[in-house]
């Protein structure tokens, strides 16, 4: 039988929390095409688009408290991009990270029903991001 968990509303929030926490101030995010590998642990050969672009300081505000909670990191600047293409997953890290280390969490990225809005980058050019959420799915099964 597949699993299906649920979290309170509480424990969501403490997730999100405790994402905040970890990635600490001024993390770090990358912007690759490809595919998105199994978890931010693994090592990965993928196109860099875009990064670093810094963090904010912190990562983002308190998770809301609806069910399912939803975390808005805050949008960081634009940073020039260092390939064409269309961005298509994320990793962020702490801000000691770089673009091949393992990372604290990673999402997916696109024009549109991503975690995360971007449009296609072309080298050189600035990178923006207009839309990113961290959305827990692990309530109300």
Not at 7 to 36: E, I, M, P, R
Not at 77 to 94: E, F, I, P, Y
Not at 106 to 127: E, F, L, R, Y
Request: hydrophobic share 35%; charged share 5%.
């Amino acid at each position: 039988m597949a699993s299906k968990l649920n979290y309170s509303q509480a424990c969501q929030q403490a997730k999100h929390a405790g994402t905040v926490t970890t990635v600490g101030n001024a993390g770090k995010l990358y912007l690759f095409s490809g595919t998105q590998p199994a978890g931010p642990g693994t090592t990965h050969s993928e196109t860099l688009i875009a990064g670093p672009f810094t963090l904010g300081s912190p990562f983002g505000p308190a998770a809301s408290a609806a069910l399912p909670s939803v975390l808005s990191p805050t949008l960081p600047s634009n940073v020039n991009a260092s390939s064409t293409g269309q961005a298509t997953w994320w990793r962020v890290t702490t801000s000691a990270g770089t673009a091949t280390s393992a990372g604290i969490i990673d999402g997916s990225a696109g024009t549109s029903g991503c975690d995360m809005t971007v449009g296609p980058a072309t080298s050189g050019q600035p990178v923006a991001i207009t839309a990113w959420t961290i959305t827990s799915t692990d309530s109300g099964h």
